[in-house]
């Protein structure tokens, strides 16, 4: 799969020949990706009732959203982030294992827009919630908690309109409550560093029309 995957990469660098991007203002666009999120907190969760510190470990994290150009250089984008099964150890063994969603919206700025490599930066604001479920089977729910995110990355056009997306984005938000059920047990700090590799797809203005 890995192979396949570089494979379709390299076959479309070398067929996109001198592809440019075209001006992204007043067009909508859809991306999809995924990589790695690697919790930052020492203490991913605190509880009375966790005696040592309960740690997250890297896991998978993918997602997708929409962009939509408002100018030359700047984007409106609404995106949604999935960690599915986010491993949570005490001294080496595994504990819990969480899932957590991130909903963020955001501007980025697009450096030589015009260009086929596209270099952004941008931040936005972010809700997170998940779930935390123990090995013996106990469920907890993670409350909604609100923070933000800065991120950089760079496009690499293929065609006109369709573009490699590769990014590194810091979050953080304040510590979000753990319940079960109407009482709360603890609290959870989602703060983390997330790489992913993408695709976007940006329409035409016809579409629309």
């Known amino acids: ?5 570089i494979s379709t990469i390299l076959m479309l660098i070398l067929a996109s020949g001198s592809a440019r991007a075209e001006s992204i203002s007043g067009k909508f666009g859809l991306t999809g990706k995924a990589g790695v999120l690697v919790p930052l907190k020492d203490r991913f969760i605190s509880s009375s009732a966790i005696t040592g510190k309960a740690e997250g470990q890297a896991d998978f994290a993918g997602g997708g959203g929409f962009i939509y150009g408002i100018g030359e250089n700047l984007a ?3 995106e949604a982030l999935r960690v599915p099964n986010l491993d949570v150890e005490i001294a080496g063994s595994k504990v819990y294992e969480a899932s957590l969603t991130d909903l963020s919206l955001g501007l980025q700025y697009r450096f030589t827009p015009n260009n086929r490599l596209v ?30 995110h800065a991120h950089a990355g760079v496009d690499y ?8 997306a590769a990014e590194l984005r810091g979050i953080y938000t304040a510590r979000g409550d ?12 989602p703060l983390s560093f997330v790489g992913t590799l993408g695709v976007r797809l940006f329409l035409p203005k016809s579409a629309f029309r």
Do not use: C, H
């Open 76 to 78: 409106l984008e609404m």
């Open 178 to 189: 753990i319940n079960a059920g109407d009482v709360k047990v603890g609290k959870y700090d």
């Open 119 to 148: 270099p952004l930066v941008g931040g936005g604001v972010d809700f997170i919630k998940g779930e935390l479920e123990a090995t013996t089977g106990a469920g907890y729910s993670m409350e909604w908690t609100v923070g933000g």
């Open 157 to 164: 056009f293929f065609t006109p309109g369709i573009a490699l």
């Open 1 to 5: 799969m890995q192979r396949l995957l």
